[in-house]
């Protein structure tokens, strides 16, 4: 996605300099409407496309070799989340909602929204208050694009290296909160504009959270409950982030940045506590379960990361 904003935002000063000048268009209308066409075709045809040709279940997925298939199979059965099933259960919904990782999870993606919602539609506004003139700052939008990109590649070498996915996130993430202070801390132009590029390395505890959410709860039912609260949370963060910019704060927007330092900040420490969490269950589980003869084949059978005792919870 933020290839595709650099090829747009690249597109778009292109569109402003040379046909923007002979139409009643000003700046901000022209690269407004572009991505406003270029999302619009990106989410049509690719979201269409994903409906139609992926499948419910590893075990029915048309685009998979019988083999693939069957290895697919073996690491749920590995990472014990269970298959898929249409049984709504009711008694999951329980455990889901007296489970405190349901709550530190809603936390968690609402407190990465907020930053998201606010940067995401008053990114321009952000960088002009720096002191950065139009083009400038039509510019300059791009290397947030570069920032992030390399965020998600230090992530991903981390999490291989470490063979953990929170440290990596809260890693990333702590640059992020580094890059907020600056944003509120110098009055430096170049300094205030380092620091928001920074921030954007906030974006990756959201993709190591969303694959550490698929395996660190079994049970359809208790699953989807976890993912509702998720949605709840990304949604809400969003529409807050996009008011925290009022009018009275321009051009430096203090409060808001402020808000952007907070959040992520409590984003990491969520996500810490669900690490060590994590790690306090795996430590309790590894004592309990030297006694107990697990039932075959619990691993298919839809069963909570509560209901089986060998479940290793990953962090």
């Not at 059965?77 to 489970?99: I, L």
């Not at 921030?199 to 959270?209: D, E, L, P, S």
């Not at 409950?225 to 927007?253: C, E, H, T």
Request: hydrophobic share 45%; glycine share 6%.
């Amino acid at each position: 996605m933020k290839i595709h904003h650099f090829i747009t935002v690249l597109l778009a000063t292109t569109y402003e300099e040379v046909l923007a000048t002979r139409s009643s268009q000003t700046s901000w209308q022209a690269i407004s409407d572009d991505k406003r066409v270029q999302h619009a075709k990106y989410l049509l045809s690719h979201h269409a496309s994903f409906v139609r040709k992926t499948d419910g279940s590893p075990s029915t997925a048309w685009f998979l070799t019988p083999q693939e298939r069957l290895i697919a199979l073996e690491r749920i059965r590995h990472n014990k989340t269970g298959t898929a099933t249409t049984h709504f259960k009711w008694n999951q919904v329980y455990q889901a909602f007296t489970d405190p990782r349901i709550y530190l999870a809603a936390i968690s993606v609402l407190c990465a929204s907020i930053p998201n919602g606010g940067i995401s539609s008053f990114g321009a506004t952000i960088i002009a208050g720096f002191g950065f003139g139009t083009k400038e700052t039509t510019l300059l939008g791009m290397s947030t694009g570069v920032s992030e990109t390399v965020a998600m590649i230090a992530a991903v070498l981390l999490s291989r290296k470490l063979k953990m996915r929170a440290l990596p996130a809260i890693i990333c993430i702590s640059v992020a909160i580094i890059g907020a202070i600056l944003m509120v801390g110098t009055h430096n132009k170049n300094a205030q504009f380092t620091g928001y590029c920074l921030v954007f390395w906030w974006a990756t505890g959201q993709m190591m959270f969303i694959p550490l959410m698929q395996s660190m709860v079994a049970g359809h039912t208790k699953r989807s409950m976890f993912y509702a609260l998720y949605q709840i949370g990304y949604s809400a963060g969003n529409v807050i982030g996009a008011q925290i910019y009022r009018a009275k704060d321009a051009p430096s927007y203090i409060p808001a940045k402020i808000t952007i330092l907070v959040t992520i900040t409590l984003h990491a420490a969520t996500l810490g506590a669900i690490a060590l969490l994590h790690k306090y269950w795996n430590n309790r589980n590894a004592k309990r379960t030297d006694h107990i003869v697990e039932e075959q084949n619990i691993e298919f059978k839809d069963r909570t990361d509560k209901e089986i005792p060998s479940f290793i919870y990953p962090y």
